[in-house]
């Protein structure tokens, strides 16, 4: 496998295979696409924020709490989730990683923090799990173009379509 540049990328959306929207034309960088902050966002619930939480008995969608804002505060060693605006649709050949901005980097944000693989099949916007690891407070707008996914191309199509068979897939 071979991550695609700029000009596999716009031949794969072209054909139909790798389908972004909505997209601007410079979004598309060397070797991957930029993806933009919604205004959607998953906090922690207030009673969330201090004891133990046992993954065993509960999950993510019980703890946070959704909120609609142009921009999210962050401390230090705050989490949130937010969402693209873009909706990402890929046929079954393609898979997609996504990594975040080096500009963020180096401010401390980690913006994608573990589940980066956006599935073959997968016809949905991206839930990106943001964490503050820098000594200061910091604020994301909506709007802002955090992260970037690459693609690369399976050697056979996937039988398990994500937007098919992944549990979470139909309501992202």
């Known amino acids: 496998m071979a991550v695609f540049s700029n000009i596999d990328i716009e031949r794969f959306i072209r054909d ?12 598309i960088g060397p070797a991957s696409i930029d ?15 201090e004891g133990i939480v046992d993954l065993k008995k509960i999950n993510y969608k019980k703890v946070h709490k959704r909120i609609k804002a142009k921009s999210i505060t962050l401390e230090p060693g705050e989490m949130c989730l937010g ?4 909706r990402i649709t890929l046929s079954s050949n ?11 980097a180096r401010m401390g944000l980690s913006i994608h923090i573990t589940s980066s693989i956006v599935q073959p099949g ?13 000594p200061f407070t910091i604020t994301l707008h ?15 199509p996937t039988s398990k379509p994500y937007a098919k068979y992944g549990k979470i897939a139909r309501v992202q």
Not at 35 to 49: A, G, P, Q, V
Not at 122 to 134: F, G, K, T
């Open 122 to 134: 997968s016809d949905n916007r991206q839930v990106l799990e943001i964490v503050n690891l820098a």
């Open 16 to 27: 139909g295979k790798i389908r972004i929207r909505p997209l601007k034309k410079d979004q």
């Open 35 to 49: 993806l933009t902050l919604s205004d959607e966002w998953y906090i922690f619930k207030n009673k969330y924020r």
């Open 94 to 104: 393609i898979i997609g990683k996504l990594e975040g901005r080096s500009r963020y």
């Open 83 to 86: 969402k693209t605006v873009e």
């Open 142 to 156: 909506s709007g802002m173009r955090i992260s970037q996914i690459i693609f690369e191309e399976l050697k056979t």
